[in-house]
C-alpha cells in the first residue's frame, strides 16, 4: 500500500471487534467467497477496496469471486434493478460460503432485499456514513461503513486559519448536501457559508466570494458541475486562493492545502479478516459495524505559499507533498 499514515493524526485500528489470528479456528476444505462490486473495474475507489480484500486474502484457503453490477456507469432505476437481479442470481447459482460487497448500490438492492438474516453471512464495505438506513446490522451482515476524516481535516486546518469561520462549496445534487448534512453531524457544528453551484462559472464566482467571507474553506466533489474543467479550475486556484483550504477526497489534493483521504484498502483488510473470522465459526453478529480510521496525508506547498503559511514539520515529515 502507498503513501504515509500520519500517525498523529488518526488512529489506526486495523481489525477492530475481530478476534486475533491466534484464536481464530483453522477450516481444512476451501471456502467460496463472492465478492460483489457495486461498480466496474477501473473504477478507482472500489479498485483499492478489491485490492485490500485479495492482499487480505492471499495465502488463505479460499476461492475468491467478482461480480461488478456497473451502477456507477450505468445509473438508470431500471439498470440498477437488473443489475442487482443478476447479483441475486450469481449468490444462487455459486452458493457462497460468504459474501463481501462495495459501496451501497449492493447493500441497498441486494443485500436488503433478499438477505435480511438468511443463511449467508454477508459483510459490507464502502456504505456511506450510516448503514442503519438499510437495516443493518442483521443477523447475517456485518461491515465498515466509509466515513470521510473531516473533523481530523479541520481540526489541523484550523491550526492555520486567521478566524473561526468555515465555509464549504459542493456541487448542488441530494449527494452534496447529505454530505453537509453529515460533515456537521459528524463535527457538532454549523458550517457560516455553505454554497451549492450547478456550473463551472458559478463555482469559479463562489469560490471567489468565500476567500472572504469565511477563514477557512473546505472542497467538496465538484464531479459533475456542468463545464467543470480539471486543469482550469487548478489554475484558477492557484491564482485565486487567499484561505487554507482543504478536502478529503485524494484526487483534489492538487486543489487544496491540505487532504486528509480515505485509504480503501483499508477496508478491504478488514473485510477479508472480518470474512476469514466468520468462516473459522465467529457469527456476524458478534463482530460490530465499524468505520473507517486510517488517513493519507497530503500538503500542497504551491498552496500553502501563496496563503504564507508554513507547515509544522512533523506534518512535512509525514505527509505526500505536492509541489
Known amino acids: 500500500m502507498s503513501g504515509v499514515i500520519y500517525q498523529k493524526l488518526l488512529a489506526v485500528f486495523l481489525l477492530c471487534g475481530l478476534p486475533s489470528a491466534s484464536v481464530i479456528a483453522e477450516f481444512h476444505d476451501t471456502k467460496k467467497i463472492l465478492f460483489i462490486n457495486s461498480y466496474h473495474a477501473g473504477y478507482e475507489w472500489s479498485d483499492g477496496i478489491e485490492k485490500g480484500l485479495e492482499t487480505g486474502l492471499k495465502g488463505k484457503q479460499v476461492e475468491l469471486e467478482k461480480f461488478y453490477m456497473d451502477t456507477k456507469r450505468n445509473r438508470e432505476p431500471e439498470a440498477i434493478k437488473t443489475a442487482a437481479e443478476m447479483a441475486r442470481q450469481k449468490i444462487e447459482t455459486l452458493k457462497p460460503d460468504i459474501v463481501i460487497t462495495a459501496d451501497d448500490n449492493a447493500a441497498k438492492h441486494v443485500i436488503a432485499p433478499h438477505y435480511k438474516d438468511s443463511v ?75 454554497y451549492y453551484v450547478k456550473t463551472f462559472d458559478e463555482w469559479k464566482q463562489r469560490y471567489q466570494d468565500l476567500q472572504t467571507q ?72 458478534e463482530i460490530p459495524i465499524v468505520k473507517n480510521q486510517q488517513g493519507r496525508l497530503y500538503l500542497n506547498l504551491k498552496l500553502g505559499n501563496a496563503i504564507e503559511v508554513v507547515f509544522d514539520y512533523s506534518m512535512i515529515k509525514n505527509a505526500e507533498i505536492i509541489k
Open 120 to 194: 449467508i453471512p454477508f459483510v459490507f464495505t464502502g456504505v456511506n456514513w450510516d448503514a442503519s438506513v438499510y437495516g443493518f446490522p442483521y443477523a447475517n451482515v456485518t461491515g465498515m461503513e466509509e466515513v470521510s476524516l473531516i473533523k481530523s481535516l479541520m481540526d489541523n486546518l484550523s491550526r492555520y486559519s486567521r478566524g473561526n469561520r468555515k465555509g464549504l462549496i459542493s456541487i448542488d445534487a441530494i449527494s452534496g448536501k447529505r454530505n453537509v448534512d453529515n460533515f456537521e453531524k459528524e463535527l457538532g457544528y454549523s458550517f457560516d457559508k455553505v
Open 214 to 285: 469565511v477563514d477557512v474553506l473546505i472542497l467538496e466533489n465538484p464531479k459533475g458541475i456542468t463545464g467543470w474543467d480539471n486543469d482550469k479550475g487548478k489554475e484558477f486556484i492557484e491564482a485565486n486562493t487567499r484561505i487554507p483550504t482543504g478536502t478529503t477526497h485524494v484526487w483534489l489534493a492538487p486543489y487544496a492545502a491540505v487532504t486528509i483521504a480515505k485509504i480503501p484498502e483499508e477496508q478491504g483488510m478488514w473485510a477479508a479478516e472480518t470474512a476469514m473470522a466468520i468462516l473459522a465459526g465467529k457469527t456476524p453478529s
